[in-house]
């Protein structure tokens, strides 16, 4: 019997409540307690005598209860529970919430330490709310504590419990399957001692070791499968483009050496007879969309068709206006046309009527039919699952296939995270592409902002104003667009015309708003994150960013690239209150670079990298431990690692092996969709 892969129930102690509770943390079985790591430690080993807590220092207190838990109910739903507890130094009170079983946990005369906040009022010292457990016991206290993620209903005390549990029960299923030359090469713990130390470490030192090791172990599968799914797509056998000119496309521009070399990648890909699978990364506005054109182009001319698919239906008319621009027969398959006119489309793609088309998600429906799928680009990939890529491709056969992201990841990590595709970099922007002056101010601005945007639109010029809501929220002090924009309309610029986009309006609202905005029939545009991609507006020099502190690095810069794709200057103006810490350093960044490589590159350092791994979505194997992503010399020997081993052995068949070939099946069957 396989412990790991029986159900979270069979702990004691926890019953159907506990189960549904911690499904919300995704763990099912024994093995997803196992493996839900903590995010960080924290160091309770510090006991002091009650004489000599200072004010707002958390430390341990060993003290005994010297006076009977007292019940005060202040308002409805909200109980105070204070007790005294005294060391041969002093006494300490304790004050707790609606904790009814506190007067049954602490007894009168019994000893318990106590972990939490000392506070001193009035020469009084006293604590809110600590952990606490027997003297004799150091689950909670005494000691160094992983501290885990938790939901509501989940306590830290319960999980260290049940996860103390599993491993007592599992102990002996925690196999090594990693190969001794790869422990041995980069100094890796055993996974046993990775995995009891990653809960209960002896020191700090035995914490960082086991979770170099995890993050190690996770990177190194996640590399190993994609790799092995790049090898086992390259067998196949793709299109073999022979007419490889494309000087006659009437490019409005030359290529930068940057798209040049790129399209050379792309067209080395196309003539060798295996089928492409690459990335092609680039800040906002560097070129990626020509170097689309030119394959769609390229497949056109040798015979076969070409689809472009974009996430929104906004993105996608943009790029059907600039492909039919370039003279390329294309059309356009989104979910807003008329049942007639996306039949008669179908039936011509099926026929083969027409070479090349430009939709949105209507391209992966099942009526969808090509007659000769050889090229496929996918546009802002990151808002596309792998099965939605894969639902596109099963549309030709072996069809080359080119995804793009505005989102620049550093090298090193995009080789790990997009281990299936090969990767080409446009990391220079083309002549004449603005720079965008960028300001962080406070409230104290607001009307000399309000006066800029009246001086920008008197010149012709449109302005955006990105809020991060679209309706009011009590709860939240943000800015909506739905009232904002009213009140910009009504109050603050009457003499010019508002207009509003967010995610709830239908395809054909969103359109028509963003084609007056383009045409410059609408002079401010107050929108949610959904122009973050792709569109393309010349006349638009102003961005504005309301509550900034809610938006990461890397999604300022995507909303920034919106404005200075013209001639004239454009500026970025992000409001946000006293920003302090992380919020700080991301304004002061979006201030002092444009560099889309560097930002995405702090972004990591600050956030980890939850964005880039959210971004492949469905179909991969989940990774615990990914902030390690940001240790660029961990990435790296993961990368050496993996050509280690399938240079040797590219099948997994050699009998030390064997072990991870099977964990790295297991974790890339559970998401069969990447695997077929």
């Given amino acids: 019997m396989n412990i790991l892969a029986e159900k979270v129930s069979i702990i004691k102690g926890v019953g159907k409540k506990h189960e549904d509770?911690?499904?919300?943390?995704?763990?099912?079985?024994?093995?997803?307690?196992?493996?839900?790591?903590?995010?960080?430690?924290?160091?309770?080993?510090?006991?002091?005598?009650?004489?000599?807590?200072?004010?707002?220092?958390?430390?341990?207190?060993?003290?005994?209860?010297?006076?009977?838990?007292?019940?005060?109910?202040?308002?409805?739903?909200?109980?105070?529970?204070?007790?005294?507890?005294?060391?041969?130094?002093?006494?300490?009170?304790?004050?707790?919430?609606?904790?009814?079983y506190l007067k049954t946990l602490l007894l009168l005369g019994q000893r318990y330490t106590f972990y939490?906040?000392?506070?001193?009022?009035?020469?009084?010292r006293q604590m809110c709310a600590p952990e606490f457990e027997r003297e004799s016991e150091n689950t909670l206290t005494k000691r160094i504590l992983p501290v885990y993620p938790l939901t509501a209903g989940i306590t830290q005390r319960f999980l260290v419990g049940i996860i103390a549990a599993a491993l007592r029960i599992a102990r002996e299923c925690l196999c090594e399957f990693l190969p001794q030359e790869i422990t041995a090469e980069y100094s890796l713990c055993d996974r046993l001692y990775a995995i009891e130390n990653i809960h209960f470490p002896q020191d700090e030192t035995a914490f960082e070791i086991a979770r170099?090791?995890?993050?190690?172990?996770?990177?190194?599968?996640?590399?190993?499968?994609?790799?092995?799914?790049?090898?086992r797509l390259s067998k196949g056998v793709g299109a073999r483009f022979s007419d490889t000119d494309y000087s006659a496309l009437p490019l409005p521009f030359t290529l930068t050496e940057a798209q040049k070399r790129t399209v050379d990648e792309i067209i080395h890909d196309l003539t060798c007879?295996?089928?492409?699978?690459?990335?092609?990364?680039?800040?906002?506005?560097?070129?990626?969309t020509a170097v689309a054109a030119i394959a769609l182009y390229l497949a056109s001319k040798n015979g076969f068709q070409g689809a472009l698919m974009a996430p929104t239906e906004i993105l996608a008319?943009?790029?059907?206006?600039?492909?039919?621009?370039?003279?390329?027969?294309?059309?356009?398959?989104?979910?807003?046309?008329?049942?007639?006119?996306?039949?008669?489309?179908?039936?011509?793609?099926?026929?083969?009527?027409?070479?090349?088309?430009?939709?949105?998600?209507?391209?992966?429906?099942?009526?969808?039919?090509?007659?000769?799928?050889?090229?496929?680009?996918?546009?802002?990939?990151?808002?596309?699952?792998?099965?939605?890529?894969?639902?596109?491709?099963?549309?030709?056969?072996?069809?080359?296939?080119?995804?793009m992201t505005a989102t620049p990841i550093p090298r090193t990590m995009a080789l790990i995270i997009y281990g299936d595709l090969d990767v080409s970099v446009i990391d220079t922007l083309p002549p004449g592409r603005q720079k965008v002056d960028t300001f962080c101010v406070n409230e104290s601005y607001r009307n000399r902002v309000y006066e800029f945007i009246e001086r920008e639109c008197a010149a012709g010029h449109g302005c955006y104003i990105i809020c991060p809501m679209v309706d009011e929220n009590d709860e939240l002090d943000l800015k909506a667009v739905t009232s904002y924009a009213h009140r910009l309309e009504k109050d603050i610029f009457p003499q010019l015309k508002v207009g509003l986009i967010h995610g709830k309006l239908k395809p054909k609202e969103k359109d028509a708003c963003m084609e007056a905005f383009i045409n410059g029939e609408i002079q401010v545009l107050v929108s949610t994150t959904v122009i973050e991609v792709g569109v393309n507006v010349p006349s638009a020099?102003?961005?504005?960013?309301?509550?900034?502190?809610?938006?990461?690095?890397?999604?300022?810069?995507?909303?920034?690239?919106?404005?200075?794709?013209?001639?004239?200057?454009?500026?970025?103006?992000?409001?946000?209150?006293?920003?302090?810490?992380?919020?700080?350093?991301?304004?002061?960044?979006?201030?002092?670079?444009?560099?889309?490589?560097?930002i995405s590159q702090k972004d990591l350092e600050i956030?980890?990298?939850?964005?880039?791994?959210?971004?492949?979505?469905?179909?991969?194997?989940?990774?615990?431990?990914?902030?390690?992503?940001?240790?660029?010399?961990?990435?790296?020997?993961?990368?050496?690692?993996?050509?280690?081993?399938?240079?040797s052995d590219p099948l997994l068949e050699q009998e030390n092996h064997l072990p991870l070939k099977r964990t790295v099946t297991a974790l890339f069957d559970a998401s069969p969709e990447i695997m077929a």
């Fill in 212 to 231: 170099r090791r995890l993050a190690f172990e996770e990177l190194f599968m996640l590399t190993i499968g994609l790799r092995s799914i790049k090898k």
């Fill in 116 to 124: 939490g906040k000392a506070e001193i009022c009035c020469g009084k």
């Fill in 317 to 403: 008319v943009q790029h059907f206006h600039s492909l039919t621009q370039l003279g390329l027969n294309a059309k356009l398959l989104v979910g807003s046309m008329s049942q007639k006119a996306k039949a008669q489309l179908i039936e011509s793609l099926k026929s083969g009527e027409t070479d090349i088309v430009v939709g949105t998600h209507a391209l992966i429906e099942e009526s969808v039919e090509f007659k000769n799928l050889a090229f496929i680009a996918t546009d802002e990939q990151h808002r596309f699952g792998v099965r939605q890529r894969a639902a596109l491709v099963s549309k030709g056969t072996a069809p080359h296939t080119l995804v």
């Fill in 273 to 288: 007879g295996i089928p492409m699978n690459r990335l092609v990364q680039g800040d906002v506005g560097s070129g990626k």
């Fill in 21 to 100: 509770r911690l499904l919300k943390l995704n763990i099912r079985s024994v093995g997803d307690l196992i493996s839900f790591y903590p995010r960080r430690l924290e160091d309770r080993r510090l006991v002091k005598k009650i004489s000599n807590l200072a004010d707002g220092e958390t430390v341990c207190v060993n003290a005994a209860v010297s006076s009977p838990v007292s019940e005060r109910k202040v308002r409805p739903g909200c109980t105070v529970y204070t007790v005294s507890v005294r060391d041969d130094s002093g006494i300490l009170k304790l004050t707790f919430f609606n904790n009814r």
């Fill in 607 to 647: 956030r980890g990298p939850g964005e880039f791994f959210g971004k492949r979505q469905h179909g991969l194997p989940d990774l615990k431990l990914s902030p390690f992503l940001s240790d660029m010399s961990l990435l790296k020997e993961v990368a050496q690692a993996s050509d280690l081993i399938l240079e």
């Fill in 541 to 598: 020099t102003l961005m504005i960013v309301e509550n900034a502190e809610r938006f990461g690095l890397s999604q300022l810069h995507q909303l920034r690239g919106r404005v200075g794709r013209g001639s004239a200057k454009s500026y970025c103006i992000l409001f946000c209150e006293n920003p302090s810490g992380d919020v700080k350093e991301r304004m002061e960044i979006m201030t002092k670079t444009n560099d889309g490589f560097a």
